[in-house]
């Protein structure tokens, strides 16, 4: 039996649609009700329905075997797992915003202020990568008021269609990470249960490149 640790809401819809592609029977994941176990004993398979940030923690402690979550909340919680796809959907990207008028400039701005709901990603970004010290400022949500009202200079978020930016008028100032929804793994699992596991992880990338395929083709 494998448990797999869906993101409730739009990403465990497009997992469950891929999985059904990859020619496991999904008929447990897709029954309407409130019920967070969803187990079919002859697939051998159990869904859990998780809130998004929590599903890494499920998977680092082996509660789950697998996982499909944000590449964001996956940087930001930072267990230790295998990320072993790259599903392709889920896509957007996290980015330094603010107003227009700091584009090229923020790194002359000392001491910033940066709200987010990410405060891991922002810290290791700016004091890592950018080598800058500044004051991360942790918000839960409608993070693009901060530097609105003054709160911060700038922030770290993620960015989808811009529109929330456009219409608060700000902008994209630098990219942080591209994200997209990824399939993670319990160390342990990949040994003792790869026999299960890694048929699934070859039949996964098979519909990925599928679709990535279609997808170059429109474009
Ligand atoms: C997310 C994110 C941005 C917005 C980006 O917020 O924090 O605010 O979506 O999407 P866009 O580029 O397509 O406009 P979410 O809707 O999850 O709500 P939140 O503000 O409560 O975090």
Redesign the pocket.
């Known amino acids: 039996m494998l448990t797999i640790a869906l993101s409730k809401g739009r990403l465990a819809e497009k997992a469950v649609e891929l999985l059904e592609a990859a020619g496991y029977d999904c008929t447990a994941a897709k029954e309407k009700s409130r019920r967070l176990i969803l187990e079919d004993e002859k697939a051998g398979l159990r869904f859990i329905m998780a809130k998004p940030t929590d599903v890494p923690t499920y998977v680092e402690y082996g509660a789950a075997d697998i996982g499909v979550v944000g590449k964001d909340t996956l940087l930001e919680a930072n267990r230790q797992l295998y990320e072993v796809i790259d599903l392709g959907f889920g896509k957007c990207r996290m980015c330094v915003c603010g107003p227009a008028e700091l584009k090229d400039k923020l790194d002359l701005i000392p001491n910033k202020r940066v709200a987010t709901?990410y405060p891991h990603i922002a810290s290791t970004y700016f004091e890592q990568v950018k080598k800058e010290s500044v004051e991360i400022i942790k918000l839960n949500?409608?993070?693009?008021l901060a530097p609105l009202i003054g709160l911060s200079e700038v922030i770290v978020?993620?960015?989808?269609?811009?529109?929330?930016?456009y219409e608060n008028g700000l902008d994209v100032l630098e990219t942080v990470a591209d994200i997209s929804a990824r399939v993670v793994v319990n160390r342990v699992s990949m040994n003792m249960k790869a026999a299960e596991i890694r048929p699934m992880i070859a039949k996964l990338k098979e519909q990925v490149e599928i679709l990535n395929r279609a997808e170059a083709e429109q474009n």
């Open positions: 709901k949500g409608s993070i693009e978020d993620i960015v989808e269609s811009g529109r929330t930016l």
